[in-house]
């Protein structure tokens, strides 16, 4: 696969596959976002379920309403008429996610599990710090929060965003996930594998290196607190996300509003358009900010 060609896969009798690009970048997940939102637009019968992705998407339809190569012709299509995307404009939110970083229950468990991890002698952000030439955790938290993540596709678990840095590929935080893997990371943990960042929706197994904690919820089957009145899963595609670093006190503050039923994850709207951010990351990335912080 080469340059901006799709490559389209049947996936049974009831899924397309298109992979946009082989490898991860904005300008291809932006691309498949808006082609999944044009083919939501100008959604034909029989489509069932429509699923971005990192730099894919996959659509599920029934051949029984919708015959497969006329779905499979009006992709193509779509994907003729958004080209590059660099003039698509992505009707979103900012949200802001505090995170208690270098926490006490994320530091218990990855301490429990130094035999998998690359450097056993110093702790997950302390290792992220020094491979990415930082000078150290409180310089790695910095640069860690101190620009927006564009969620580039919600899945694995139910709710997990993946989360992508929004500054040059140059600048961006990599770092490898754990030798093997965890058979325990807390819920809500802040994570971070290859040059992607996660929040972990539920308690479970996993990869990523863990720099701290959020006490807001992402998941929320029964559906009783407010930011889930629509939607189990608080995460959507597309939606720009600021770490606001707290302190315990603060923590502890927000976890008692979660028990409670009253918090809100602070959110605005805002409109994302990729050729200006291409053009200014920085000077985007400002605004985006300051549309968060709107009253």
Not at 93 to 102: N, S
Not at 170 to 185: A, W
Request: glycine content about 6%; aromatic content about 10%.
């Amino acid at each position: 696969m080469s340059g901006d060609a799709a490559r389209y896969s049947w996936g049974g009798d009831e899924h397309i596959f298109v992979e946009l690009a082989e490898s991860m970048s904005l300008r291809a997940n932006f691309r498949a976002m808006a082609i999944t939102t044009s083919l939501r637009e100008d959604r034909p019968d029989g489509v069932l379920e429509i699923c971005p992705a990192n730099a894919s998407y996959q659509v599920r339809y029934d051949p029984d309403v919708i015959e497969p190569r006329e779905l499979l012709e009006h992709l193509r299509d779509i994907e003729k008429k958004v080209g590059d995307a660099s003039d698509f404009s992505l009707a979103t939110r900012v949200v802001e996610i505090p995170v208690l970083y270098q926490d006490p229950w994320t530091t218990e468990t990855l301490l429990r599990f130094r035999d998998r991890h690359q450097d056993p002698e110093a702790t997950d952000i302390e290792y992220a710090a020094r491979i990415n030439g930082l000078a150290d955790a409180a310089e790695f938290i910095r640069v860690h929060s101190g620009s927006p993540w564009f969620t580039s596709m919600v899945g694995f678990v139910a709710g997990l965003p993946f989360m992508f840095q929004m500054v040059p590929r140059e600048r961006q935080l990599v770092v490898p996930k754990y030798l093997r893997p965890r058979t325990d990371t807390p819920k809500q943990t802040v994570g971070h594998g290859g040059c992607f960042g996660c929040i972990y929706s539920v308690r479970g197994a996993g990869g990523y290196q863990m720099f701290g904690i959020t006490p807001a919820p992402i998941y929320d089957p029964s559906q009783s607190t407010p930011d889930f009145a629509d939607f189990l899963v608080f995460f959507r595609p597309g939606d720009i996300v600021r770490f606001a670093p707290v302190d315990r006190d603060h923590y502890d503050d927000l976890v008692r509003e979660v028990e409670r039923g009253t918090f809100r994850i602070r959110s605005r709207p805002v409109e994302f358009a990729l050729r200006p951010f291409l053009d200014d990351p920085d000077q985007v990335n400002t605004r985006l900010l300051e549309v968060l912080r709107a009253d």
